[in-house]
């Protein structure tokens, strides 16, 4: 077992068939990353048309050969996921345990791959909790902001520490994501990005104190250019829910 790999595998049956049916991948091209010992790839290869896996650990080939040579329709690539460049000329679907220590950069280069339409993934709980949060709780940050404009999101299920061999200091939870249609074009997209950084900067901060600081532009201006907007600038970001980052990333050349 290799922690710097993050290896905690997966050993329930039930839990492992749950995963596989909430990601609906039936006859669809799959993308499973850090295989691990295959406890999930052995049921990913009986209802995909096809599993692409990205293991970093060539020592695994031990466990996955074997597996490799009696489904066709499995492919390892014994390849850092963050290395490779993906390129996807058709729809992928991932499914994937992933290592906890990258969680950010995995789910970013999932965000930034069009081809890819959805993601069913397990992480740490309370990364699934910020993920899903709606706004209004202490768990919603730029994070869920930026995750929920690219994706629906949905949380599966808690996971019990327990369920790992070895057993990790954390609990985890099952999420999907489900790519839908962007509602920016790509230089709102670049604002939106900056605005919602920026908003959720130093979280005692008002709205208005936080944009103004983060955009240096003068605190009046941004006043007026919110009343406009009809969003409460003495709120916190925390308070303020997706459609009103849109809103600001659509009118911000009132004020840049
Ligand atoms: C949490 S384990 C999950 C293993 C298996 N899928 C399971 O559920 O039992 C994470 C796996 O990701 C692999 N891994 C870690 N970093 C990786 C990277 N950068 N690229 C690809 N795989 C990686 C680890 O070697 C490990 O097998």
Known sequence: MKKKFGQNFLTDTNLL????????????????I?????????????DASSVTAYEVDSDLKLYLNKL?????????????????????????HVVANIPYNITSPIIFKILDEAMIKS??????????????????NKEYNALS????????????????KKMFRPIPKVDSAV????????ELDLEEETIFLRLVK???????KTLLNNISFSQEIEKEKVSLWLNKLNIDGNLR???????????MAKNFKIIA
Do not use: W
């Open 17 to 32: 068939k749950k995963i596989i049916d909430s990601a609906n991948i039936k006859d669809k091209d799959v993308i499973e």
């Open 34 to 46: 850090g295989p691990g010992q295959g406890a999930l790839t052995k049921f990913l290869v009986l």
């Open 68 to 92: 490799e040579s009696e489904f066709p329709n499995l492919k390892v690539n014994y390849q850092d996921i963050l290395k490779v460049n993906l390129d996807l000329e058709k729809e992928y």
């Open 119 to 136: 993601a069913t993934l397990m992480v740490q709980k309370e990364v699934c909790d910020r993920i899903t949060a709606s706004p209004n």
């Open 145 to 160: 902001v930026i995750i929920q404009y690219y994706m629906n999101v949905e949380k599966i299920m808690n996971v019990n």
């Open 175 to 182: 999420f999907k994501m489900t790519r839908k249609e962007r």
């Open 198 to 204: 920026g908003s959720f900067h130093q979280k005692r």
């Open 237 to 247: 970001a925390e308070n303020i829910k997706k459609d009103d980052f849109i809103k």
